[in-house]
């Protein structure tokens, strides 16, 4: 079946490859990575990534690949190089429809972006957050925007025709008219997508902390509702499609990893702390750096956590998922993939969302609507609380 094919039905599987190292660890920022910059740890954990590959990935050929982070940008060149040659020796990169790779302005140079292109990435994600430089201080971030528009640069100098943004907004204190600058200045670049995500404080995080001590706190709710409805109406008026809450295609289209995730697809996710799925079956890597190396250099599982999902569960997520998606998600075809009667436990919270007007459904697509686009988390959320005892 062809990768299109596959991507609209949600079957087939993709490859994540998790590369855990940062230049700074952002204060907002819960992902799994890592501030060491020694180069022998970057080659275990290169050794480790090849031996955990060997034993994961079949030689299907993948609906899309995904290198992300931490940075993998970080990484040396001929380190960069390896990697791709590491993956690459599992999955013909160059036959797969999409590779993306993440890339920070402070390390993302000409010469990393020409490897990446010649290894098989035909997409590069571009992690910006914002253009104000008191902002990105506050974000910890180790980059001036300057070194963003270098990083864009970079890319473009190599031949990529695919070059997304990652934009943040609601940074405490921000307003809209930066807001709108920061927007203006990733148009002006030409982007071909962006992702526009609003800041949340996550549990563990430095700016968590701060909160809890009044140090800092969340941005005005009508200044991040205004942000929020103001970039709906400029990419629209610029050409962009909101396929999705956060994200915006243009020239690139939507990202098709990330899409499958929506569709709940199934995917192998390598490296420490990656998760995978399988109809069904979440599987959670061991976390901490250096136990994820010594389990995958003794040849033994990487995995740390395994999950068999209860129908209504793995229901209550497609839900919770899909929900995100413009398009909105086909409760018939959930029902059918997964053999399930959905409409008894989920259509009086689906009637209630409606009277609120946050949801639309025609007794099969659900999707979004008005206020529910803005509080999206919840009202997916409220999907997963709906599973919780059945
Ligand atoms: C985990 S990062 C990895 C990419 C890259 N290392 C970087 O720094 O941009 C992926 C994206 O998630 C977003 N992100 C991470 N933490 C976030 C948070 N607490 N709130 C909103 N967006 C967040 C950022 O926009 C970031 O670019
Ligand atoms: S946002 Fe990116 S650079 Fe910052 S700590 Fe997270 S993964 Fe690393």
Request: proline share 4%; hydrophobic share 40%; with cysteine.
């Amino acid at each position: 079946m062809a990768n299109d094919e596959q991507l609209a039905d949600g079957t087939g599987t993709s490859l994540y490859v998790h590369v855990p190292f940062c230049v700074v660890k952002c204060g907002y920022c819960d992902f799994n990575s890592y501030v060491v910059e020694e180069g022998a740890a970057h080659d275990r954990f290169l050794d480790a990534l090849a031996a955990e590959t060997a034993r994961r990935w079949h030689g299907q050929r993948p609906v899309s690949v995904f290198f992300g982070g931490g940075t993998p940008s970080l990484l040396s060149p001929p380190r960069l190089q390896r990697l791709f040659e590491i993956i690459g020796s599992h999955v013909d990169l160059a036959d797969c429809g999409e590779v993306s790779m993440e890339a920070n302005p402070e390390s993302f140079t000409v010469e990393k972006a020409h490897i990446a292109r010649a290894g098989g990435v035909n997409r590069i994600s571009i992690g910006t957050q914002t253009f104000h430089a008191h902002h990105l201080r506050f974000l910890d971030r180790a980059h001036d925007a300057e070194g963003a528009e270098a990083a864009f640069a970079a890319a473009r100098a190599a031949g990529f025709d695919n070059v997304s943004i990652d934009l943040m907004f609601g940074i405490p204190g921000e307003t809209l008219a930066e807001w709108q600058s920061d927007l203006e200045r990733a148009l002006q670049l030409g982007t071909d997508h962006l992702s526009c995500y609003n800041l949340t404080f996550e549990p563990g995080t430095r700016l968590q902390r701060d909160r809890m001590q009044g140090k800092t706190g969340p941005n005005d709710q009508e200044i991040d509702r205004a942000m929020f409805e103001w970039t709906r109406q400029r990419l629209g008026e610029a050409g962009f499609d909101a396929y999705e809450v956060s994200n915006f295609a243009a020239g690139g289209g939507p990202c098709r990893h990330n899409d499958h995730y929506w569709l709940q697809g199934n995917y192998v996710g390598v490296g420490p702390g990656a998760c995978s799925h399988h109809d069904g079956i979440r599987v959670t890597n061991i976390k901490p750096l250096d136990a994820w190396a010594d389990a995958a250099l003794a040849g033994l599982t990487c995995t740390s956590t395994a999950e068999t999902l209860r129908p209504m569960q793995r229901a209550a997520e497609a839900l919770w998922l899909g929900i995100r998606r413009t398009n909105g998600v086909d409760v018939a075809a959930i029902e059918k993939r997964l053999g399930l009667e959905l409409r008894a436990a989920f259509e009086p919270l689906i009637v209630r969302q409606q009277r609120e007007q946050m949801v639309a459904y025609d007794c099969s697509m659900l999707r979004l609507v008005g206020e529910g686009l803005l509080l999206a988390d919840q009202v997916g959320g409220d999907y997963l609380g709906v599973a919780v005892n059945d």
